[in-house]
């Protein structure tokens, strides 16, 4: 078995600030993910990464980069955090492949003040 | 592009009564499917997935038939327990040359009350 780790677990920041995200992963798997969850609410893809340097946009890419700076890792920036914004930033992995499963992280919970 | 519905947001149901959650989907491609669940604070697991059509799949009491011919993939479990509280998700896959990514509808809040 592996695991996704992802920190911090929980992020508090300022209106206009850039923040990032990280999250590792043990399972050697090709492909890693970034999603949005806001509260109770469906995932949202903001980026993927298929292999090492490589970055795929998602539908929620506006208002974020990213950098898959190895295979194991995969790190998301919040290039200017939005007042009042609230929500849970999912990292997942998988082998890649249309029928495989992604595996998820714990979460990072965020908070603009 | 893909797309995921799930009707219903919220189900209320007694414990031992069974359930259905509906899904449905719309995509261009030969359709992968999957039912991911997420308990309160916990990161989302997959429960199952699919992608043969008119097979049932089964994992952990709960069961889904995906009919392409309606585009459906609803999940069902005949007698729901307590612990089957959570959120769940429907998604399909779309894979192409850039890698696969998953399109999720909007999730089902199921509470089952004793």
């Known amino acids: 078995g592996g695991i996704i780790t992802q920190t911090p677990k929980f992020l508090i920041g300022q209106e206009g600030q850039k923040l990032t995200l990280k999250c590792q992963q043990n399972f050697n798997h090709d492909t890693m993910y970034w999603y949005r969850q806001d509260s109770g609410k469906g995932l949202r893809l903001i980026y993927y990464s298929i292999t090492e340097n490589d970055l795929q946009k998602g539908d929620l890419s506006e208002g974020y980069d990213a950098s898959r700076e190895k295979k194991s890792s995969f790190s998301l920036t919040v290039t200017s955090a939005q007042k009042n914004e609230m929500a849970v930033f999912l990292c997942?992995?998988?082998?890649?492949?249309?029928?495989?499963?992604?595996?998820f992280g714990p979460g990072t919970r965020l908070t603009v003040l | 592009g893909d797309s995921v519905t799930q009707t219903e947001g919220l189900v209320t149901l007694t414990k031992g009564l069974p359930v259905m959650l509906n899904c449905t989907y719309q995509t261009t491609y030969s359709p992968f499917l999957f039912w991911y669940v997420q308990h309160l604070n916990e990161a989302p697991k997959l429960l199952l997935k699919s992608s043969t059509d008119n097979k049932r799949t089964e994992h952990q009491g709960f069961y889904a038939t995906l009919h392409k011919s309606s585009s459906s993939f609803h999940l069902q479990k005949s007698s729901v327990q307590l612990s089957d509280s959570a959120l769940y998700f429907c998604?399909?896959?779309?894979?192409?040359?850039?890698?696969?990514?998953?399109?999720f509808g909007g999730g089902t809040r199921l509470t089952v009350r004793p």
């Open positions: 998604a399909l896959s779309d894979w192409n040359n850039a890698g696969a990514k998953l399109t």
């Open positions: 997942a992995s998988s082998l890649g492949g249309a029928n495989a499963e992604q595996f």
